[in-house]
């Protein structure tokens, strides 16, 4: 029997099937379990074939990559990796199940050497990946939400330790970032910033989405500006995001460049060696789940300088990379499943 990962491509372009094709098969570990060019298609012989991982594309003629996902989550659950041509549509998968995306133009650009080894390394990911035990829509999720303040309301923030609250995330973020945004209300006194590995142009979509949905305010973080209890701000993309404090205030700084080697813009290392020592032990750092390393070096300087690190177990994580390093290094106060993490972070303030 093969152990090799089987990737299904779909995707209604003749050309964007064999490029993948292409870089998969580039793989040792890999290989292309087959291809189709719609949706109808593809569910046909994802039953059949029943590869490991699949890719699939949102544009396609009879069943659109959505709908195609929809059908998929429901008859033949599989981690899908989107092919992604815009921040709307790919937020709306992940939404319905989607493990991870590559933004489709990146494909058809000459993919080599490390870039082409991170494509693999995610779509190992992926295929290894939990899937959500079910989709809940967004109506559901504002029921749920309302319910939840109803029951339980915090009587008050005047004695809180903490003076802000840093989560990190990757693969899986933007959902989980969605389980745990919701809950904070209106009146929550610390200031939050969100690093989720994206590229350009998604990170700013995935604010206002989160900002539709929250209590708190959500916004794409920018330069030299203060920030506010009650507001998350999220790391841009394409750029480093630090924190400096100026007159008793924290300051968002962005920057081209990086202190230390990262391959990840943003990065969660970056971000926590700037603000750990400046806030020391009132800083809440939360790593989520996600592929790789970042945030390894950041949690060590958190926990040099006083502060508290939590971290996704496993049984919860769609990909436990980022976190299982952090706590197995020994940094990690509490591992939390993430349906506590949000209680937990309270229980820190």
């Known amino acids: 029997m093969d152990k090799r990962i089987g990737v299904m491509i779909v995707d209604d372009s003749a050309f964007m099937r064999k490029t993948i094709s292409d870089m998969v098969e580039a793989s040792s570990e890999l290989y292309v379990a087959g291809k189709a060019r719609n949706g109808l298609d593809a569910l046909e012989k994802i039953k059949r074939l029943k590869p490991d991982v699949v890719t699939l594309d949102i544009e396609m003629p009879k069943l659109d990559g959505l709908d195609t996902l929809?059908?998929?989550?429901?008859?033949?659950?599989?981690?899908?990796m989107m092919i992604s041509n815009g921040a709307e549509s790919t937020l709306e998968a992940f939404d319905i199940g989607a493990v991870d995306f590559v933004v489709k133009e990146d494909l058809v650009k000459e993919v080599e050497g490390e870039k082409l080894i991170n494509f693999h390394q995610r779509i190992t990911a992926a295929a290894n990946?939990?899937?959500?035990?079910?989709?809940?829509?967004?109506?559901?999720?504002?029921?749920?939400?309302?319910?939840?303040?109803?029951?339980k309301k915090e009587a008050s923030w005047q004695k809180q330790k903490m003076s802000m609250i840093v989560i990190g995330s990757s693969t899986g973020g933007p959902a989980a970032l969605q389980k745990i945004l919701t809950r904070f209300p209106e009146d929550f006194p610390l200031p939050i910033?969100?690093?989720?590995?994206?590229p350009p142009g998604f990170t700013k979509p995935l604010a206002e989405r989160f900002n539709s949905l929250c209590?708190?305010?959500?916004?794409?973080?920018?330069?030299?500006?203060?920030?506010?209890?009650?507001?998350?701000?999220?790391?841009?993309?394409?750029?480093?995001?630090?924190?400096?404090?100026?007159?008793?205030?924290y300051q968002i700084k962005l920057k081209i460049s990086a202190p230390v080697e990262t391959l990840y813009k943003p990065s969660v290392d970056v971000a926590l060696l700037s603000i750990a020592p400046i806030v020391k032990d009132k800083l809440l750092a939360v790593i989520l789940t996600g592929m790789g390393e970042d945030g390894l070096r950041g949690c060590k300087r958190v926990k040099q300088a006083g502060g508290t690190v939590l971290s996704e177990s496993e049984e919860t994580c769609i990909v436990y990379g980022m976190p299982k390093v952090v706590y197995e290094a020994g940094l990690a106060d509490k591992q939390i499943p993430l349906y506590d993490v949000y209680d937990r972070m309270i229980d820190y303030l």
Request: charged fraction near 30%; hydrophobic fraction near 35%.
């Open 215 to 249: 209590h708190i305010r959500v916004k794409e973080a920018e330069h030299n500006e203060i920030m506010e209890p009650g507001t998350a701000y999220v790391a841009p993309a394409g750029l480093q995001t630090a924190v400096q404090e100026i007159e008793g205030h």
């Open 193 to 198: 910033l969100i690093i989720q590995h994206m």
């Open 70 to 80: 929809r059908r998929m989550m429901e008859e033949c659950p599989t981690p899908v």
């Open 129 to 151: 990946a939990k899937l959500p035990v079910s989709s809940v829509t967004g109506e559901s999720k504002k029921e749920e939400r309302q319910v939840e303040l109803a029951k």
